[in-house]
């Protein structure tokens, strides 16, 4: 029995080595990531985390799969993929989704406006616009704390920070109008002043887990993280690197991809509690794409020394595509949530869908893909 068992982990511990070790062809990259596309089109309406009806198409879970999916058009041989998400925007007739502040609700914002820089068609950006100047005339007074009246109403939990920063951003350098950017940055650094925790440049998902510990650590959630460092890029596409604005992201990005890059775990995941690996060693790939998009992108622009992150990025695309099943879905991705909890090969989530496609997009530029 005892020798059984060494074997079985001999095999485990082979393919999962042998996975790892495998060098990554843009091909390769392109066909997997066309798979998990296919795959989550054809699944669009699935029931996940849960639920006992399919996601709102408006809804933040839909919105950050339509940013991967959008990358994935970009590429694609095939107009099919902007044909799908052209016909989402307008079945909705270009609408955010129902709840005028809360970041969630803004998510798809940055698909419209996406494929307005395609299609040229201001139909596909004027309502976000609208609701945006609301916004900005009537700003919420909440505050930052969690569970106070209308809270959410600002950016006090951190995947916020992926899901409507973006968003302005974006809104900014197509219209050129500054106030768009003037409002998110007060907005980004009142949030950040707030969650971001110095001494482990990682952010707290809200204001509740300060101070708690999981198994004697601090609590950062895995795709918490990984939704701010890919907001954070997402951030960053649309401003001038030169500028005071682009600096201000870039200190905050350097500095979680120097810790994301001293805890990645052997096999290539983050840990769904980021400093408490031994207590979840079941993988995890939404915050793991996010991770791996982030890097790769870093590594892409400059920014990040190629020799010591592509290791990362290369083990990290390696674990997730070894979660692919034949068919194309993306396992083990957490269901929704706040905090760190389980996952299953089993099962995915659109959103996940998303940060795999966003981070195949910078894995495929990475590694020689034109």
Not at 59 to 79: E, P, R
Not at 265 to 291: C, D, I, R, V
Request: glycine share 8%.
């Amino acid at each position: 029995m005892r020798r059984a068992t060494i074997f079985t982990s001999f095999l485990v511990f082979a393919f999962t080595t042998l996975t790892l070790a495998q060098d990554i062809q843009p091909t390769e990259v392109l066909q997997v990531m066309e798979k998990v596309a296919d795959w989550q089109i054809d699944n669009y309406e699935g029931l996940y985390s849960g639920h006992d009806k399919p996601h709102h198409p408006l809804d933040w879970t839909n919105g950050a799969l339509y940013v991967g999916m959008v990358k994935w058009a970009a590429m694609a041989d095939s107009d099919k993929y902007y044909e799908w998400l052209k016909d989402i925007g307008q079945k909705h007739e270009w609408q955010l989704h129902r709840r005028k502040y809360h970041a969630d609700d803004h998510t798809v914002g940055q698909l419209y406006i996406d494929l307005y820089r395609k299609y040229q068609d201001k139909q596909m950006i004027e309502p976000t616009k609208e609701q945006f100047n609301f916004i900005m005339y009537h700003p919420s007074l909440s505050s930052l704390h969690w569970k106070t009246p209308y809270h959410q109403d600002r950016w006090n939990w951190c995947d916020a920070l992926f899901m409507s920063p973006p968003v302005w951003a974006k809104l900014y350098n197509v219209t050129g109008e500054k106030k768009y950017l003037d409002f998110m940055m007060t907005e980004f650094k009142a949030t950040t002043d707030f969650l971001f925790d110095k001494k482990e440049s990682l952010y707290y998902r809200d204001e509740s887990y300060m101070g708690k510990l999981d198994n004697g650590t601090k609590i950062f959630w895995a795709r918490g993280n990984g939704w701010v460092f890919a907001g954070l890029v997402n951030v960053m596409n649309e401003l001038d690197p030169q500028s005071k604005e682009y600096k201000y992201f870039l200190n905050i990005y350097k500095k979680m991809a120097a810790k994301l890059l001293e805890i990645q775990t052997p096999e290539g995941h983050w840990a769904m509690s980021l400093l408490g690996q031994k207590f979840y060693p079941t993988p995890e790939t939404s915050g793991t794409a996010f991770n791996v998009y982030g890097l790769a992108w870093g590594i892409n622009q400059g920014i990040l020394d190629k020799a010591a992150y592509t290791p990362a990025v290369k083990k990290g695309w390696n674990a997730l595509v070894g979660h692919v099943t034949n068919e194309g879905m993306l396992g083990y991705v957490q269901p929704i949530g706040a905090a760190p909890g389980k996952a299953w090969a089993d099962k995915t989530e659109v959103y996940g869908t998303g940060a795999f496609l966003s981070a195949g997009s910078e894995v495929y530029k990475l590694y020689g893909g034109k």
